[in-house]
């Protein structure tokens, strides 16, 4: 019953609550877009800052979902019997370590992806 309560219900609301934020975020950001480009024309600089945006958004979420997928499986398979398999303690334990390897490697993809920046000069 602990198990229920401190795992699967928190991790299946979470799971759920980041896919609704994430779908009205990427509605909203796909709206604005599509009006600036019909009153601005095409050539709009914020129009490739908001698909920049909801790209790196994407990645970002892609990231979370990879890392606790485990433990989201875990949590929907302990509804449907209390028997866990050993494979899928294996898959939590990897997923949730990747995390921060899959997050340096969006990080280095965004980092890569911006313009470089202008030294300042003092005078």
């Not at 490697?105 to 005078?123: D, E, G, M, N, Y």
Request: charged content about 15%; proline content about 3%; overall charge positive.
């Amino acid at each position: 019953m602990s198990n229920f309560l401190f795992n699967t219900i928190p991790i299946i609301v979470i799971t759920g609550v980041n896919c609704v934020v994430y779908l009205l975020t990427w509605k909203r950001i796909r709206d604005q877009a599509r009006e600036v480009k019909q009153t601005m024309g095409i050539e709009n600089c914020r129009l490739r800052t908001s698909s920049r945006a909801a790209r790196n958004m994407s990645m970002f979420v892609a990231a979370f979902f990879a890392q606790w997928s485990g433990v989201a499986v875990h949590a929907v398979w302990g509804l449907v019997t209390p028997h866990i398999h050993m494979v899928l303690y294996f898959l939590i334990v990897f997923f949730a370590n990747i995390g921060g390897l899959l997050n340096l490697i969006v990080f280095l993809i965004i980092r890569k992806s911006q313009p470089p920046r202008r030294a300042r000069t003092t005078a």
